[in-house]
């Protein structure tokens, strides 16, 4: 396909045929990945490939019970890896650190970059793909399930595989509400209110037409789709707890030695 076509055509998979993606594909989307820019070319990431069915069916509760787990027949796990690059330093008489929390973030980036890569050829493929927030959320869970050594953290992971499903593509804020040109514009209340028109409208209204979606809403009382994300999605409560999840699994994976 063009590649506007693939990256306006993006939507979330999460129903998938029950069709194998060929090892000749799954190394032609690693591929894309590898060629992602990277800080300093140091390549401080790793991608893990899970095709195991019964490592599904593990990660499906680490990955907060999603169908598309174990529906989909990959799942891509992009990691910050500096435990590569550490044992290469070591090898050739090196300072060996990387081991705070700038480094995390650097393995982050990169993976992140890979991740994005990957999806675009999978999509370019005629796959679909559905990024995962758990992925970073559960990080201990899903790092122990994929054996990860000190020094790697699960960062960014998605399913895989061909799409069973053709939904709507979702609404974007409009371009003048997420561009900055020179410097950053604060936004008077009247900008936030038309920037996020569409999204209340739209968001609104896809929550009211799915009966699960808006009986939840009835039940907690919302009223509006600011109300969904931090009453009912993304809490304050929920995002604590995942916090303080990720910097234990930081502090475990020795990315916090910044003293």
């Known amino acids: 396909m063009e590649l506007n076509d693939v990256i306006f055509g993006h939507r979330s998979i999460r129903e998938y045929e029950d069709r194998e993606v060929s090892q000749e594909l799954l190394e032609q989307i690693v591929d894309a990945g590898i ?3 990277s800080s300093g070319n140091m390549q401080t990431y790793s991608i893990i ?5 019964e490592l599904k069916r593990k990660l499906y ?3 907060m019970e999603q169908s598309m787990v174990v529906d989909a027949p990959v799942l891509l ?4 890896d500096f435990n590569r690059m550490r044992k290469w330093l070591s090898l050739n008489d090196a300072p060996v650190h990387f081991d705070n929390f700038m480094s995390f973030m650097i393995g982050a980036i990169d993976a992140s970059l890979v991740a994005q890569n990957c999806a675009l050829a999978a999509e370019n493929a005629g796959l679909g793909i559905c990024y995962m927030g758990s992925t970073l959320a559960n990080c201990n869970q899903i790092g122990e399930l994929l ?4 020094n790697v953290v699960p960062v960014v992971g998605y399913s895989l595989g061909y799409p069973a499903e053709n939904p709507a593509p ?8 997420v561009v900055h040109y020179d410097q950053y514009h604060d936004y008077s209340e009247e900008e936030i209110l038309e920037i996020y028109k569409e999204r209340n409208e739209k968001g609104w209204k896809r929550y009211m037409d799915i009966p699960r979606l808006k009986e939840m809403t009835e039940r907690l009382g919302l009223k509006n789709l600011a109300q969904v994300y931090t009453i009912a999605k993304y809490t304050q409560e929920s995002h ?5 999840t990720v ?3 930081l502090e475990k994976q020795n990315f916090m030695n910044n003293d």
């Open 35 to 37: 060629r992602a820019s």
């Open 49 to 53: 490939v899970t095709k195991d069915k």
């Open 61 to 63: 509760t680490a990955h």
């Open 77 to 80: 796990t992009f990691c910050a």
């Open 147 to 150: 054996n990860l050594p000190p």
């Open 170 to 177: 979702r609404d974007r804020l409009p371009r003048h509400g």
């Open 240 to 244: 604590i707890e995942f916090s303080q």
């Open 247 to 249: 910097l234990n699994y």
